[in-house]
């Protein structure tokens, strides 16, 4: 089962920041948090991954709080090219516990 | 870097007919998983190699479903028989061993639709 509490669906607007909030109350202090995003018609993509520091790259920022409980996916300026389901995911580092469990993921749609 | 390829997108079958999903791993990956996404749900797991030999299975519907990595590069995924509640997109995902600190690579998935 997966690890996380996503909300179902979230709304922007282009331009915007969107912010992808995650709960992971009971993450281990060696799990990582993961986001994937999938757009409509084509497999789960990278987006970037955090153990406890804020993390960014050319896509998005992650910010996870001190206690690590949970975490937030910041898109800084949306385009309509965001509009996907957003998978947050927990993952460990070894053969068990590196797999990619997903759950439900939250649909963020961009609008113009 | 070549992406994960499947092969056929598309495939429709009448119920308790077989078919076969087939992909082709980034060069190097030695970790491959097969998903299976039924509409509207996040992938569920049903298979992970290492190399060619089998980490967990235990999602897999061993009654109907097989899956082999010869060679530990290419992989087939075959459904025999089909039922309607197959129809999903058939996904396979590859990476660097467990430990690695990269994520998986996904290909587009085979759309399979029993009627």
């Known amino acids: 089962d997966a690890k996380t509490t996503q909300p179902t669906s979230m709304d922007c607007a282009e331009g915007r920041a969107a912010n992808l909030p995650c709960n992971h109350s009971?993450?281990?202090?060696?799990?990582?948090v993961y986001w994937y995003r999938q757009i409509h018609s084509q497999g789960p993509q990278y987006i970037i991954h955090g153990l406890k520091n804020n993390e960014t790259n050319e896509m998005a920022s992650l910010i996870i709080t001190e206690d690590r409980k949970s975490s937030t996916l910041i898109l800084p300026h949306a385009t309509l090219r965001d509009t996907a389901v957003y998978y947050c995911?927990?993952?460990?580092?070894?053969?068990?516990?590196?797999?990619?469990?997903f759950g439900q993921g939250t649909t963020l749609q961009v609008k113009p | 870097e070549a992406g994960v390829a499947q092969s056929p997108r598309y495939k429709i079958i009448e119920k308790r007919q077989s078919v076969a999903f087939w992909c082709n791993p980034i060069?190097?990956?030695?970790?491959l998983y097969w998903y299976q996404q039924i509409l509207g749900q996040g992938p569920k797991l049903l298979i992970q190699?290492?190399?060619?030999?089998?980490?967990?299975d235990s999602q897999l519907p061993k009654d109907r479903f097989s899956a082999e990595r010869l060679k530990g590069v290419d992989s087939t995924l075959k459904i025999q028989p089909a039922k309607l509640e197959d129809s999903a997109v058939y996904l396979c995902?590859?990476?660097?061993?467990?430990?690695?600190?990269?994520?998986?690579?996904f290909g587009s998935g085979t759309r399979l639709t029993v009627v």
């Open positions: 190699f290492q190399n060619n030999g089998v980490v967990d």
């Open positions: 995911i927990v993952r460990g580092l070894t053969s068990n516990t590196g797999k990619l469990i």
């Open positions: 060069s190097g990956h030695a970790t």
């Open positions: 995902a590859s990476s660097l061993p467990p430990g690695a600190f990269n994520g998986y690579t």
């Open positions: 009971t993450i281990s202090g060696n799990e990582y």
